[in-house]
């Protein structure tokens, strides 16, 4: 796995065989950020069930100005550090669970331009997500949330959909904030 784009390009990530994580391909990325390349620039970003880091670190090296990594795995919080050594001042890591670490950017009053979503497909928890972040106002008007998921129904009447793809098995829908 690597970076595909942007300041860091070809720079190799670890932690792509690590068991639970599923990475997300690079045909799959690269259409994706070529989606929302637009959005990136001097962006917040918060990678949610992050794994590798690999969706922020790629947003990072395309411009954005910082990202926040969540992930409950302590394994995988660690595979970030490696793979943002060289980028630390625009990084943070957190090792916590989604509910609590949404809710702690509630009370911190931290907002974010682009959320990625990709939790563990089996959990279902798409829509719970969703619902958090409009409840708590954690992402900016005209900022979008990115979702990766297999089998779930993804309902929301919170944010607009603007784009879905089907990769394979993976659906990629991507709700931006201006209603």
């Known amino acids: 796995?690597?970076?595909?784009?942007?300041?860091?390009?070809?720079?190799?990530?670890?932690?792509?065989?690590?068991?639970?994580?599923?990475?997300?391909?690079?045909?799959?990325?690269?259409?994706?950020?070529?989606?929302?390349?637009?959005?990136?620039?001097?962006?917040?970003?918060?990678?949610?069930?992050?794994?590798?880091?690999?969706l922020g670190i790629e947003?990072?090296?395309?411009?954005?100005?910082?990202?926040?990594?969540?992930d409950n795995n302590i394994k995988l919080t660690n595979i970030i550090k490696e793979n943002t050594k060289d980028m630390s001042d625009k990084i943070t890591i957190i090792k916590d669970d989604y509910i609590n670490a949404l809710n702690n950017f509630k009370n911190k009053d931290i907002k974010f331009d682009i959320i990625f979503l990709d939790p563990p497909y089996k959990l279902n928890l798409i829509n719970d997500c969703l619902n958090k972040i409009f409840k708590y106002e954690l992402l900016n008007n005209n900022g979008i949330v990115v979702c990766e998921y297999e089998k779930e129904e993804v309902f929301t009447d919170k944010f607009r959909l603007m784009k879905q793809k089907k990769y394979g098995t993976k659906f990629i829908s991507i709700y931006i904030n201006d209603l």
């Open 1 to 54: 796995m690597r970076v595909i784009s942007g300041k860091y390009k070809g720079k190799k990530l670890i932690g792509f065989d690590i068991n639970g994580t599923r990475p997300t391909m690079d045909r799959v990325k690269e259409s994706l950020f070529s989606s929302i390349q637009s959005y990136i620039k001097d962006s917040i970003i918060l990678d949610l069930f992050a794994g590798s880091g690999s």
């Open 59 to 70: 947003a990072i090296s395309n411009g954005a100005n910082c990202a926040y990594f969540v």
